[in-house]
């Protein structure tokens, strides 16, 4: 819709009509004026009600902050790892070599702490990983053949299709094996015959399914044997699978991440290059990563996608930061996916039994957390909600700091463990009967 700013032509009333927005919605003035006027031209005798449904239309489309008590910890459509964010708006030096005063390497820092982490020898950081597969295969393996397990040949959600994919980056997939199985024989084999010209061998981590039964698949370690660069799509970024981070905070730990591909491992078993999310089990923002032979890595970060793919400086910053903490064993107080992961549900217990006691509505309830993003499919962790009758999971969307929840069986369901502790006030307030 186009409106031209005449003022002559506007009624008197538009301008009053947006000024009475503007105590309730924090939106910039001209768009409230928008909002009136339009309400103005549609329908003059409810334009007051009309008015208040656009403004609030027009800031849900924004984005913004929201409480997650869905229970699902990387929620896709809500940022998948919370992070808080500041900035001292201060310029850095995401490209300044302070030793030298010449231009640096925005990577230099976090390849530093994924080495120490992973046993890498070196790392690059794009937008995500998606793009990190995609770089990968351009660089090296642009018109030669890639060898992966039928099993393997998977579509991650959103569209990641590992047939497209090397599709679009010029590689040619190789199919190897079957389904169901896959040997150390059928990659040799692939590699063995000239006319596949294999330049990779690729394990990528099924990660949001999983399959039964009568199954056998090549382990990286066995790979690697056959004399060609291995490539590990771990996705999840599970940093290492003994999880020293959650001792003393989580134990004994899930079988599912002992079973999950960790980067140190994948490495540490004879992966050439590691590739992973920033933003599903690492904990840290939407990025991919690239980690291990220094040549490799080399190859990748001077290909020319990687001027298209490369992150901005905050998620370098932020991705710094999380990575410390790793380093530092404080994941758990300071990453929020690992905070929510690791608290207790006696915890999540105790805090529903106060909301619903200072609210005297709805009822503690034993529940059902799942990490998310496609992350280790079936896994669940044990949590406590509050229960209230009906869907009111409109009425929680529309508060200034929306409320996101879950419904079961007609029944609303607030998920404690996905809600930071701080914020179970605003809990109380949107189940408090109105004044
Ligand atoms: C999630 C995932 C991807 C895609 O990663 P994004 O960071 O979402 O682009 C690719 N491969 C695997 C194995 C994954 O799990």
Known sequence: MTTTPDSAARPPSVDALARTLAETHDLPHALLVDCARRAVRDDPAHADVSAHQYAQELSATLVGDVINATGVLLHTNLGRAPLPFATSGRAYNIEFDLATGKRGSRHDGTAALVRALTG??????????????????????????????????????????IPDVMEQSGARLVDVGTTNRTRLDDYARAVASPTNDIALTMKIHPSNFAIQGFTESTSVAELATLGVPVVADIGSGLIDNSCPWLFRHVEPLPQFLVNEPAARQSVADGADLVTFSGDKLLGGPQCGVIAGRAELVRKCAEHPLMRALRPGGHTILLLQEVLQK??????????????????????LKSRADTIVRATG?????????VIGAGSAPGASIDSFAVETDGDITRQLRARELPIIARVEAGRTIIDMRTVHPADDEHIVRALLPPQ
Do not use: H
């Open 120 to 161: 890498a020898e070196d790392a690059i950081v794009v937008n995500n990983n998606a793009a990190a597969v995609m770089l990968v295969l351009a660089a090296l393996a642009q018109g030669r053949g890639v060898a992966v397990s039928r099993g393997e040949s998977v579509e991650i959600g959103g569209g990641f299709r």
């Open 326 to 347: 790793y380093v530092d064993r404080s994941v758990c107080d300071f990453v929020p996916f690992w905070r929510m992961f690791a608290e207790k549900t006696d915890d």
């Open 361 to 369: 509505t709805g009822r503690v309830v034993a529940s059902t957390a």
